[in-house]
T-cell receptor
Framework: ETGVTQSPTHLIKTRGQQVTLRCSSQ?????VSWYQQALGQGPQFIFQ???????GRGNFPPRFSGLQFPNYSSELNVNALELDDSALYLC????????????FGPGTRLLVL | GENVEQHPSTLSVQEGDSAVIKCTYS??????FPWYKQELGKGPQLIID?????GEKKDQRIAVTLNKTAKHFSLHITETQPEDSAVYFC???????????FGRGTSLIVHP
């Protein structure tokens, strides 16, 4: 059984650019949630994908968008990057949406200059 | 929505001592309380969780207690070891939701 994987591990972008982060869910998991973790803070929920549809969204602007593919992997896209977008982006997978138990990947560290 | 407060922000102990981290939550409908351990450069790892129908749960050296009346829950680590050094997060989902709200984290440092 493989765990949650994310790519890339690190990324440097400049303000105004766009970025795509990728996540492969744990084997057998069909739900992916994305979180933003600023330095010294707990993870903040961005959105969740289930069966290729967005299934809940946190307090993030529309320039944060996502996709889920038939194999349950997922992408997080951020347009018009701002300095405050610098953070660790985590994805977590779970089985279905009616479950609290989530398994996190190692994250992608994004730095916006 | 849910509001989760976590204390202390930093906890320094000697190897072998016990460590206690406390969290309070605001939504009385919350019924699931996980604890995560995050080591440097890694994602959070679920270490123990408790549901609202029990008051305490143990797993070897770690335990979690829950007081639903007071809306607080605590993580207890006994016989701490240097490898317990990490940031620990509590979380609670808002009632009716399975999306957790996280505390701000506690940096636990265990000195050999």
């Amino acid at each position: 059984e493989t765990g949650v994987t994310q790519s890339p591990t690190h990324l440097i972008k400049t303000r105004g650019q766009q970025v795509t982060l990728r996540c492969s869910s744990q084997s057998g998991h069909n739900t992916v949630s994305w979180y933003q973790q600023a330095l010294g803070q707990g993870p903040q929920f961005i959105f969740q994908y289930y069966r290729e549809e967005e299934n809940g969204r946190g307090n993030f602007p529309p320039r944060f968008s996502g996709l889920q593919f038939p194999n349950y992997s997922s992408e997080l896209n951020v347009n018009a990057l701002e300095l405050d977008d610098s953070a660790l982006y985590l994805c977590a997978s779970s089985v279905g949406t009616a479950t609290e138990t989530q398994y996190f990947g190692p994250g992608t560290r994004l730095l916006v200059l | 929505g849910e509001n989760v407060e976590q204390h202390p922000s930093t906890l320094s102990v000697q190897e072998g001592d016990s460590a206690v981290i406390k969290c309070t939550y605001s939504d009385s409908a919350s019924n699931y309380f996980p604890w995560y351990k995050q080591e440097l450069g890694k994602g959070p790892q679920l270490i123990i969780d408790i549901r609202s129908n029990v008051g305490e749960k143990k797993d070897q050296r770690i335990a979690v207690t829950l007081n639903k009346t007071a809306k607080h829950f605590s993580l207890h680590i006994t016989e701490t070891q240097p490898e317990d050094s990490a940031v620990y997060f509590c979380a609670a989902p808002s009632g009716g939701s399975y999306i957790p709200t996280f505390g701000r984290g506690t940096s636990l440092i265990v000195h050999p």
